[in-house]
Structures are given as structure tokens and as C-alpha cells.
């Protein structure tokens, strides 16, 4: 499996593999720092099996350190600088053995002194595959240990696709970066990592490397948007921006549409336990996709959606077997249909019941960021003694403006939008941010 990446890697050798505002890094360099970390391994005899974590952004090292690992067969628990807080937490529920930092060019190794022997490893060990192991962004609790079989990550890229030049947004221990990573390894194809993830540099990264593909969160679109950072730049590289990780507020997905009409937007659907699904959009301003492909297989049971995927993962190291006798996995999200085209309405879990309505919180969120001022708001719900729960909302004002006063202008700019029960009956005013580091919004924190 995994000479098939190193073979397009050879053959792609002169081109730009990696570009970052310090560093260009060619597929030949790659290679040559994927052997460099092979014999480290091999020198601090870390054998296949063991499970492993490293620390750092898209690199030329930390590439080139994963791929060794795969190849190595190893159990690869990669972790992010945004989630450092949550670092020693991650490589506590994964059981690491050994830990690797970066300084620059310098790797530091240590040995933790377990024994990692979860069932889910054994058979890892037994199939002499390696692993990935990520984690649940843990908004309603303790985050989930996800066991990957990596080779079965990788195998639907042995399709040759397009070649992109894209700006990768999401980090290497989110599903969404190791998919568009393996996506552009495979191809032959450069990843654009920018200074940051801020839109002004964003948009910089992307006129300076002409990105092609922007893969990114509905949060961040928003941001972007409001930044108005985009008049700054030339944007017209970009042929597709993808987004996922949660539902998309028609009202940003319109804006985005006129704001960029030769540019793609693709809907993309994906979880950490089953890896990013191929999908159609219905059209450039539709939230309507098709979802499946030969790797995978959905059903719709009381509208939830179910997905049957080769790439499921192989389980949990913390929490129960998730998947129905069919090995279909329940994915918690109500959907629409219309045909075969669907509607991702949002998580069950976070649907608020008023008196027995049900209203969904990105329906209403869509509605809320149209309202000026507004540059962030997540909708969830409260309790209360007659309705059960009545809808409320945490609100992140562009400037400040009194709590009374911004209440009177949402309620009349809901009066014609929104049915009177959706109406948000109790609101917040915050300074703090509305998303976690992966530019998703944490409705589970703030629910009643």
C-alpha cells in the first residue's frame, strides 16, 4: 500500500510537495527525510507494533515522520499545537510507548514506560498493519479514542485523481487533514500550509501559492466573510472550496456563491469513525449532496443517517462498539430526503424540543449571522418548566452594543424569518470565541 504513495512520490520528484511561508519542499526532499527517518527509528529500535505520538504542524519533518511510521507499521497517534492542552489527555486514553517532539530540525524521543495492550492494538499487531489513532473533539465529554486500520485509510486513493495545489486548513490529527494529505501524496499534488489559520493569511497563503482547492469549516468561511479580508487578495486561483465537519448556514453558503461564482462549492461529508465520504453537491448554492460512492454504503433508519464504510474505523479504546449487526454505524445526524439527495439537518443529540417541536440550530443560526453586528452566534437549548426547552443563543458581537438594545433588533429582524417557537427566548452576549481549534462550533458546551 504504501509504496504506491512512495512510487507517485518518485514520480512527481522535482515538484513542489510542501510549500509554507519558510520552507518549499520537493517530493525528492520528502523522500530523502522519509529515509532519514526511517534509519532514526531503526536506531532507537522503536518496532512495528509500538504506538507512537508526535507533536507538530505540516512539515517537511512531520510528514516525512508519518510516512516512516506507516511503513514502520507502527500505531500513530499524531496530535496538533491546538490541541496541546489536551495533550497529555490524548496520548493517556491512546497508551503511548513513545512520544517525539520537533525543535526545528532536531526530534526528541521519550519513552513513556507503558505497555500498550488494548484489544483494538492486538489485532493491529496480528494483521501487521499499522494504525491511527484519533479523538473526538469531546464537546459533551470525555473525548473517544479512534482506532484506524491506516491501510484501509489509504487504499481509496490508489485511484489517481487530480492534481491540486491545496491550501491545507485542517491539522494532521483531524480526519479531514489526513485525508487531504493522503489525497495530495497520492496525486502528486502540492499542500499549502499558511502562517496561520487567520482568513488574512489564509487569503495571503492562497494568492502567494495560487491554492486551487481550499478544504475548510463553515465557521471559518463565516470569519472570513466578515474579515472582508478577501477584497484584499486575489482569490481567483481557487477553483473549489470543500467544506465540512458541520452544517453549513445557507446564508453563508449564498453569500460565498456570489462573492465567488467560478469557484466550486463542494459539500463534503465525514467523521473521524468513518473516514471523509465521496459526495455531489446538488448545485453552487444547494445544501442538498449525494453521499456514498463504492467504499461506502448509507441507510436511512427513522432520519438518521447510517454509513457502512470500508474505512470504518475498528473501534474505540474508551467507549462501546458503535456499530448495528450489518457493521452499518450510526452517525447521529437527521437528514432530509429528496430522492437520493439528502439534507444533513444536524445531530440529534443537539436537536431542541419546544413543547414537542423540533427545532434544528443551524436553521436557526443561519438566520442569526444575517443580522448586522453579528459575527458569531451558536443556538442551543434551554430548559424550561411548561415547554421543556426554549431555544437561546450565545452571541459574539463585532462591536459592542447593549444587551436590551441588540435583543429588540433580533427580534424584529426574526419576526418575518423565523416561526415564533425557533425565535431565540433567552440570549447571551460573549467576548470568547464561539469554535474550538478545529473551526467547529461547540453547541454542547453551552446547552442548559
Known sequence: MLDFFLQQME????????????????????????????????????????????????SQQSISLFLALVANKNIIVPLSRDAQAHHVEFREIAGTEYDISFDGAKLSLKITGRNATHPLYEKLRNLQRPGLVLFSSGSTGKSKGIVHELFSLMEKF?????????????Q?????????????????????????????????????????????????????LLSRTHADYDLSSLKVISYGTEPM???????????????QMQQTYGLSELGILRTKSRGPDSLWVKIGGKEFETKIHENRLWVRSKSSMIGYLNAPDPFDSEGFFDTGDLVE??????????????????????????????VLLE???????IVFGE?????????????????????????ARMLSFCKDRLQRYKVPGKIFLTEGS????RFKRMRGLHEQ
Open 383 to 407: 430548559n424550561h418548566p411548561i415547554t421543556g426547552k426554549i431555544v437561546a443563543a450565545r452571541f459574539k458581537l463585532i462591536a459592542p452594543e447593549p444587551l436590551r438594545d441588540f435583543k
Open 172 to 224: 494532521l490529527d483531524h480526519i479531514g487533514g489526513i485525508n487531504s494529505l493522503l489525497y495530495s501524496l497520492a496525486n502528486g499534488g502540492t499542500a499549502i500550509v499558511p502562517e496561520n489559520r487567520s482568513p488574512d493569511r489564509v487569503c495571503a497563503a492562497i494568492e502567494r501559492f495560487q491554492a486551487d482547492l481550499l478544504a475548510t469549516s463553515p465557521t471559518f468561511l463565516n470569519l472570513l
Open 371 to 377: 443580522i448586522s453586528n453579528v459575527e458569531d452566534v
Open 249 to 263: 448556514p445557507q446564508s453563508t453558503l449564498n453569500r460565498f456563491a456570489e462573492l465567488l461564482p467560478g469557484t
Open 434 to 437: 464561539l469554535h474550538n481549534e
Open 337 to 366: 430526503c429528496d430522492g437520493d439527495w439528502l439534507k444533513i439537518l444536524g445531530r440529534e443529540s443537539e436537536i431542541i424540543n419546544v413543547g414537542g417541536l423540533k427545532v434544528y440550530p443551524a436553521e436557526v443560526e443561519s
Open 11 to 58: 514520480d512527481a520528484a522535482g515538484e513542489e510537495a510542501l510549500v509554507t511561508p519558510e520552507e518549499t519542499t520537493t517530493y525528492a526532499q520528502l523522500l530523502t527525510a522519509y529515509h532519514e527517518k526511517l534509519a532514526w527509528l531503526a536506531e532507537r529500535s522503536i518496532q512495528p507494533g509500538a504506538v507512537v505520538s508526535f507533536d507538530g504542524e505540516y
Open 158 to 170: 490508489l485511484v489517481l485523481r487530480k492534481r491540486q495545489r491545496m491550501l491545507i486548513f485542517l
